[in-house]
């Protein structure tokens, strides 16, 4: 499975890189000054969905200035959770999403 490179978080355009992780319990990581979020290469499937999505939380967080929320781990782990159950969970939401997606090219 292929990464996407770059994808859209609120006004920033953020690159999305695969690397080896630092530490056995790092699986990612959000760096809002720099645009940039990290995952540990190793990941696959539903934990590197809600790695990403966990990472892309912080940025949303940060996007919008609200650097209480960007520290929430529990919060941010929690909505992750929530949003990849969405995603893969209920196919007929993420054709929807698709559709409107073409609406709007």
């Known amino acids: ?24 319990e790092s699986v ?18 539903r934990f590197l969905l809600v790695t990403i999505i966990h990472e892309d939380l912080h940025a949303a967080f940060d996007a919008i200035g609200r650097q209480d929320l960007y520290t929430d781990e529990a919060l941010v782990d929690s909505l992750a959770g929530v949003l990849t ?7 007929n939401y993420l054709e929807f999403l698709m559709e409107i997606r073409d609406e709007h090219k």
């Open 85 to 91: 159950g969405l995603l893969l969970d209920s196919p």
């Open 1 to 24: 499975m292929k990464l996407p490179r770059r994808h859209r978080i609120g006004p920033y355009n953020y690159k999305l890189i695969p690397r080896k992780a630092p530490t056995e």
């Open 28 to 45: 990612g990581s959000c760096e809002p000054r720099i645009s940039r979020i990290q995952v540990n290469k190793e990941l696959s499937g």
